[in-house]
């Protein structure tokens, strides 16, 4: 996977609401969809398809 990046996230500890710029990432694959992360318990999900299951994915925050 390639990132271009001229401009680092920036995080701080204390904010919780911190500056974020967006990174640009060129990922090449075989198919892509786009999902909204679901609340499960303590975490997220997200459901993919069976034929899916013991391949390999990339997970990419877009907003």
């Not at 680092?8 to 694959?29: I, L």
Request: aromatic residues 8%; proline residues 3%; neutral net charge.
């Amino acid at each position: 996977m390639e990132v271009e990046n001229n401009n680092m996230a920036v995080r701080s500890n204390s904010d919780s609401k911190s500056y974020e710029t967006k990174v640009k990432f060129e990922v090449y694959g075989e198919e892509m969809m786009e999902k909204t992360v679901k609340l499960s318990g303590n975490s997220g999900r997200i459901y993919l398809p069976p034929d899916w299951v013991g391949h390999k994915v990339k997970i990419i925050k877009i907003d």
